[in-house]
Antibody, heavy 122, light 110 residues
Framework: EVQLLESGGGLVQPGGSLRLSCAAS????????MSWVRQAPGKGLEWVAS????????FFADSVKGRFTISRDNSNDTLFLQMNSLRAEDTAVYYC???????????????WGQGTLVTVSS | QSALTQPPSASGSPGQSVTISCTGT?????????VSWYQQHPGKAPKFMIY???KRPSGVPDRFSGSKSGNTASLTVSGLQAEDEADYYC??????????FGGGTKLTVL
């Protein structure tokens, strides 16, 4: 069974940094593109970033480009999101998501974690 | 890139069919057959329901179907059941390694 467990969320001041982690299990982690999708309180979904299985390709939404970095440790089946220069509008639940089995495209999210809340406030 | 446009709400009675629209542009929905749909119950993570416009992942009931015409994609839920009450989000590949979501539609089963 696929399991994705996010951690690292919390309260951070504007301009600060935070690193999210997503521990994966139940599948061959290095074979799958992984992504972060966020949801501001009471709002809709917003794609944040994605990384290929080998980590050779990364993709970012314009809203986070230059501030966020996505990476992965395939030896330890863990996905990361390094968030710098945080703004109030980055406040959201951040979900870790996995490419589905039956599509090689990174822009589908077949399995999701339960999310971790990031609050940017002074 | 702008978000896709969905109606904020939709509703239907048990057993009826309801269709949720998702409107984009020729740069996203109209340009690619890479539309997907997600269902989200309150306080829960989203669930993958439809991909490549009309394909259903394993385990998704065939009451859920997807389609596309021009710059608009649609999700139809037939034979509405109480458990279908949820928020639904569309998304589309937008080219240049970009992905865009719709604002979401709250489906109410009357």
């Amino acid at each position: 069974e696929v399991q994705l467990l996010e951690s690292g969320g919390g309260l951070v001041q504007p301009g600060g940094s935070l690193r999210l982690s997503c521990a994966a299990s139940g599948f061959s982690f290095s074979n799958y593109a992984m992504s972060w999708v966020r949801q501001a309180p009471g709002k809709g979904l917003e794609w944040v970033a994605s990384v290929s299985g080998s980590a050779s390709n990364t993709f970012f939404a314009d809203s986070v480009k230059g501030r966020f970095t996505i990476s992965r440790d395939n030896s330890n089946d863990t996905l990361f999101l390094q968030m710098n220069s945080l703004r109030a509008e980055d406040t959201a639940v951040y979900y870790c998501a996995k490419r589905p089995v039956y599509s090689n495209n990174w822009y589908y999210f077949g399995s999701w974690g339960q999310g971790t809340l990031v609050t940017v406030s002074s | 890139q702008s978000a896709l446009t969905q109606p904020p709400s939709a509703s239907g009675s048990p057993g009826q069919s309801v269709t949720i629209s998702c409107t984009g542009t020729s740069s996203d929905i109209g340009g690619y057959n890479y539309v997907s749909w997600y269902q989200q119950h309150p306080g829960k993570a989203p669930k993958f329901m439809i991909y490549e416009v009309s394909k259903r992942p394993s385990g998704v009931p065939d009451r859920f179907s997807g389609s596309k015409s021009g710059n608009t994609a649609s999700l139809t839920v037939s034979g509405l059941q109480a458990e279908d009450e949820a928020d639904y989000y569309c998304s589309s590949y937008g080219g240049s390694n970009n992905l865009v979501f719709g604002g979401g539609t709250k489906l109410t089963v009357l």
